[in-house]
C-alpha cells in the first residue's frame, strides 16, 4: 500500500512498462517513506481514443507518451504529496524520457478499514500491519 494504477496509451514494451514502473516505486519509497517491497501496481493500455486528458487551460503539450497516475492511500500530508509530484515528473522525464507535461497524477485518501490484502482481514485493524 499505496496502491498505483497506470493508465497509458498501448504501444510500450515491456522494458519501457518496466522502467516506468520501477522508477515510479522508487519516486513513492522516497516520498512517502514506504518499505520498498510494499509495492502495489497496476497497468492499463489503452487505445489512443480511450484516453481523452486534455490540459484545463494550461498549456499543455500531452503526446502518446501520457501517463495518469491513480493512486489509492492512507492519508497523507500535502508536503508528501507535493514530494511525490515532483520527484514523480522528475524521476519519469530522467529515467523514462516522459515529458512532465504527460504525467498526471491523483491522489484519493482511505483509512486503515479500507484495506485487506488477504485471508478476509482488515490488517491495518488486527495489527497485523
Not at 496509451?9 to 512498462?17: F, N, P, Q, S
Not at 494550461?58 to 492511500?73: A, E, P, Q, Y
Amino acid at each position: 500500500m499505496p496502491l498505483l494504477r497506470f493508465d497509458v496509451i498501448e504501444g510500450r514494451d515491456d522494458a519501457a512498462l518496466k522502467k516506468l514502473l520501477d522508477t515510479a516505486h522508487g519516486a513513492m519509497v522516497k516520498a512517502f517513506n514506504v518499505p520498498v517491497t510494499d509495492r502495489y501496481q497496476i497497468v492499463h493500455q489503452h487505445p489512443p481514443h480511450e484516453l481523452i486528458i486534455e490540459d484545463t487551460g494550461l498549456g499543455f503539450k500531452r503526446s502518446k507518451d501520457l501517463v495518469i497516475i491513480s493512486i489509492v492511500s492512507k492519508a497523507r500530508t500535502e508536503h508528501q504529496k507535493e514530494t511525490l509530484y515532483k520527484l514523480m515528473a522528475e524521476q519519469l522525464e530522467t529515467e523514462c524520457g516522459i515529458s512532465p507535461e504527460d504525467v498526471m497524477i491523483s491522489i484519493t485518501e482511505n483509512g486503515n478499514a479500507d484495506w485487506s490484502f488477504g485471508l478476509g482481514e482488515a490488517q491495518f485493524l488486527t495489527g497485523s500491519l
